[in-house]
């Protein structure tokens, strides 16, 4: 079955670069997604690849995906304190759309 | 445009109670997913409705049922509470098209926050 898996937990200081990894198992996904959770509120959407591509990028946000290894990251450019929260990487593999598979989420703290 | 509202936003129940949650779409949107989000983990899909029926099921119990409205409204009702549905329970609506990606982002409500007890 699907799985997505993630790092628990990132701290790192302001200023510097943030990398999420994430893996996932299913290789028929046809879209992976970065969602950010800040407490309290509901997911928002950061951005997304489809699986033909290897690298997106979007102002400070890299995304980065290894299809052999199913790996993908998430590079956060000049970190900010207004980054911290929790990201959860997602799979979604149907045309119907949104029927995600999201990992546990990995916990960003940005230290000053 | 209000987004996606789910109402309540947070609710105690006792074990063996049942409950209904609600959600309303972003404008233009006719597809409703629920969503259940246990404390510190990533959030399960439980179904998906289109066109007033279930049209996607997670590998959630007959406990947990729903509903589209004409409207595309939706409702999550779950019956016979147990503890271990204390969560945060989203909703998500989207209007997909073939294309996927972008054109059908999903947009996720603030959640409704149940406590069983």
């Known amino acids: 079955g699907e799985d997505v898996e993630q790092s628990l937990f990132l701290s790192v200081r302001e200023g510097d670069s943030s990398v999420i990894n994430c893996t996932y198992t299913?290789?028929?996904?046809?879209?992976l997604y970065w969602y950010k959770q800040e407490p309290g509120a509901g997911l928002q959407l950061l951005t997304y690849i489809f699986s033909n591509m290897d690298m997106k990028q979007d102002q400070r946000l890299t995304v980065l995906l290894n299809k052999k290894d199913k790996h993908l990251s998430l590079r956060i450019a000049d970190t900010q304190t207004g980054d911290s929260a929790i990201y959860f990487c997602?799979?979604?593999?149907?045309?119907?759309?949104?029927?995600?598979?999201f990992g546990p989420g990995t916990r960003l703290s940005v230290l000053p | 445009d209000a987004g996606v509202t789910q109402s309540p936003t947070h609710l105690i129940k006792t074990r063996g109670q049942q409950v209904t949650l609600r959600c309303s779409p972003k404008s233009g949107h006719d597809t409703v997913s629920w969503y259940q989000q246990a404390l510190g983990q990533g959030p399960q899909f439980i179904f998906q409705?289109?066109?007033?029926?279930?049209?996607q099921r997670g590998n959630f119990p007959d406990r947990f049922s729903g509903h589209q409205f004409p409207n595309y409204s939706s409702e999550l009702n779950v019956n016979a509470l147990l503890l271990g549905d204390s969560a945060l329970y989203l909703c998500a609506s989207s209007s997909p098209t073939e294309s996927g990606g972008k054109d059908t982002e999903a947009f996720f409500g603030q959640g409704t926050r149940l406590t069983v007890v």
């Open positions: 299913d290789s028929s996904s046809t879209y």
């Open positions: 997602a799979e979604s593999w149907n045309n119907y759309g949104q029927n995600f598979v």
């Open positions: 409705y289109y066109e007033e029926e279930e049209r």
